[in-house]
């Protein structure tokens, strides 16, 4: 017995190291059927639904299953770099793929380790983005207070003129003075004040997502939009700002409505993923939310400025709508992503688990 405890506690400890690699390892028998996957493979092959055969992941340009074949009659490992697939969520993934066998109780057993390289690609971008947005708003900090000197004394001398005038016929113009003026100490404390600080509670994300989507469908102009809920139910409360998460999810899907002109589909899709890394912090657990969108899309060379201020292809926008929401979303320690295709854009909130 007390043999059997010592061999079942270092395949507990082995099991706990797979499931701690970033590395998705898959092994399968002699029928392609799986014997073993840990946490990183499940999230690379898609862990929300039942995960299919191995056979039926849709590669391009290659059919994996006669790479996975060939290694198991030939005894030759196998490295497929930039692998490009479909998982079984239909989520694209790029992964270096390594494939070789091994022979254990008479019985040969074929292992895929997985790496995503793209996900390496997105952990360095979003430590740029985050230092952008961290210099963007002290820049617009000190702009801000170089702007807001002369704009009062404009406004001042604007008021005082137009208690001097006789001609009520001219006020017309220091009203516009004063309109513009105001409109542009709004946008100048939109950009540079910080967001309110407000006590951080435990939520469950559907309710806001719930909530949000309630608020898009009481607008007449929405009835064409058709609003897909793709949620996840074990995904666990949150710690964060009810408030500044509404305010972020908003501007986000009011981004994907306006981009399919208020005719269109816009899915909201939530997924928790284990082991994850947000700019260059680890974390246990973060919780996913993607608003996806069938519009035209967004150019490539847009992409990566998109969450700067002022950026927008808007003709009545301010384009702040995407930075405040970046801005929330880093706040409470997460990041909003992006990618966009011709009749596919996804913005990706995440957010990290935690109890404080």
């Known amino acids: 017995m007390k043999t059997k405890k010592v061999s079942d506690d270092a395949t507990n400890i082995n099991f706990e190291i797979m499931d701690n690699l970033r590395t998705g390892v898959i092994v399968l028998d002699e029928f392609n059927d799986y014997i073993y996957l840990n946490v990183s493979a499940k999230d690379i092959l898609g862990s929300a639904n039942i995960i299919k055969k191995i056979d039926n992941i849709s590669c391009k340009e290659i059919h994996l299953n006669n790479y996975i074949n060939n290694v198991r009659t030939n005894d030759a490992p196998v490295t497929l770099r930039d692998l490009k697939f479909r998982n079984f969520d239909k989520v694209e993934k790029i992964c270096d793929c390594i494939i070789s066998s091994l022979k254990n109780f008479k019985k040969k057993f074929i ?25 963007t708003r002290e820049m617009v900090k000190g702009l801000s207070h170089e702007i807001k000197n002369p704009l009062g004394g404009i406004m001042g001398a604007a008021q005082l003129l137009e208690k001097t005038l006789s001609d009520k016929s001219q006020t017309k113009f220091t009203e516009i003075i004063l309109k513009e003026s105001e409109r542009l100490l709004k946008l100048i404390n939109a950009m540079s004040s910080p967001l309110p600080s407000e006590e951080k509670r435990l939520i469950n994300i559907h309710e806001i997502t719930e909530h949000v989507v309630e608020l898009f469908k009481y607008d007449s102009i929405n009835n064409n939009v058709n609003f897909i809920k793709n949620y996840d139910p074990s995904i666990p409360q949150l710690m964060l700002n009810r408030n500044q998460l509404i305010q972020a999810l908003m501007n986000i899907i009011r981004n994907a409505v306006q981009a399919v002109s208020h005719n269109g589909n816009v899915e909201i899709k939530t997924r928790p993923i ?27 060379d847009k992409v990566k400025e998109i969450f700067y201020p002022m950026v927008t292809s808007k003709q009545d926008g301010m384009g702040l709508g995407l930075t405040i929401a970046q801005s929330i979303i880093i706040q409470n320690n997460g990041i909003i992503e992006c990618q966009s295709h011709q009749n596919k854009t996804i913005f990706t909130l995440i957010l990290p688990w935690t109890t404080e």
């Open 111 to 135: 292992i895929l380790e997985l790496n995503e390289t793209e996900r390496l690609y997105n952990i360095s971008n979003e430590k740029n983005l985050i230092d952008q947005q961290k210099a």
């Open 274 to 300: 284990q082991k994850f890394t947000i700019g260059d912090k680890k974390h246990d657990l973060v919780v996913k939310i993607d608003v996806i969108d069938n519009g035209i899309g967004i150019p490539q």
